[in-house]
């Protein structure tokens, strides 16, 4: 008989043969901080359905992602915030705009850190949408070039990666095309391959100002009931060049983290996003939750359903923890 011969609380004992036998880790080096940018100076402006977390413009944005640096996490994704917004979204490949600003102002002071730069449509469009209109229809392949003239823009800027987050069909390869187009060879794609819609980014929204001005985002982002798809989107995403796959959002989904873990030999990125935030903050400033305790098995869970790296707005908070 299995008991009492197999006790397996044995490995429970104490904190030491816990830690010993611990399967899972997160480490620093698993990290992605997202950073909002605009352009100015000084500016560091807080989100308030976002508490801990700033608009910042690019020098302030230079002194976070030194900071982090500084606490072992490697990389930051940039979201930028116009000054001017139009239909076409032509200030996302504005060379002057706040995220080249920011990646040159990073990469000069941190040559290290891997900046990426997030390529949509949605915080450079007046009418909040993920890239060029047709009456009232996002319309692909115009999308397309939009895409990749952002793409170019920021790995000219000095961006090492490009992460498109409009769910268009064909980014990865036209952007991969305009990319080696311009000899950014080693320029990584990372994309958000299952990207679904739903009620999971109004914090972020309200962050970048990029919510949509009419209907929403389900004709062009994912059914949260589709996992098969979602697999068919990271496949295709795959043939079509992209390095790293990205799932979004992370806590939602963490069957298709391991559904993509277990089909895939890319590395795999989860986005544990605004909500997902907001919620953990607004229940702990409420004295509802252990906080910093969940924040720990957040993104532990994450990590154990297959996820290489996560992109997290606790980031930094963690990593600070982890110096008590």
């Known amino acids: 008989m299995a008991f009492p011969i197999q006790r397996l609380r044995r490995l429970r004992a104490n904190p030491t043969l816990r830690r010993m036998v611990r399967e899972t880790k997160v480490t620093p080096d698993d990290l992605i901080a997202p950073l909002f940018v605009q352009l100015g100076a000084g500016v560091r402006a807080p989100i308030p359905s976002m508490p801990g977390q700033f608009r910042l413009s690019p020098d302030t944005a230079t002194e976070e992602a030194r900071a982090l640096w500084q606490l072992g996490i ?36 941190v040559p290290e850190m891997c900046v990426i730069a997030d390529v949509c449509a949605c915080e450079y469009t007046d009418h909040g949408h993920c890239g060029i209109l047709h009456g009232q229809t996002v319309h692909n392949d115009l999308t397309l070039e939009l895409l990749k003239r952002a793409a170019v823009c920021y790995a000219r800027a000095g961006a090492d990666m490009v992460a498109p987050s409009d769910m268009m069909d064909g980014r990865v390869a036209a952007i991969r095309q305009a990319l080696d187009e311009f000899e950014y060879f080693d320029t990584v794609i ?83 996003v605004s909500s997902e935030y907001s919620m953990l903050k607004a229940a702990g400033q409420n004295g509802w939750i252990n906080e910093a305790q969940l924040i720990d098995e957040t993104l532990l869970s994450i990590k154990r359903a297959g996820a290489d790296l996560i992109i997290t707005y606790h980031a930094r908070e963690w990593a600070e923890s982890l110096l008590k």
Do not use: W
């Open 190 to 272: 990372m994309s958000y391959a299952a990207k679904f819609a739903g009620a999971f980014y109004g914090p972020f929204r309200d962050a970048a100002d990029s919510t949509p001005q009419f209907g929403d985002r389900r004709s062009y982002q994912m059914d949260i009931a589709n996992r098969r798809e979602a697999m068919r989107e990271m496949e295709t995403d795959v043939e079509e060049g992209a390095d790293i796959i990205m799932v979004k959002p992370a806590l939602f989904c963490l069957d298709l983290i391991r559904d993509a873990r277990e089909r895939l030999n890319q590395p795999i990125c989860a986005y544990n």
């Open 74 to 109: 490697p990389a930051v994704i940039l979201f930028g915030i116009p000054e001017h917004k139009d239909s076409s979204g032509r200030a996302a490949y504005d060379p002057d705009g706040p995220v080249p600003t920011a990646i040159n102002a990073i990469k000069s002071a």
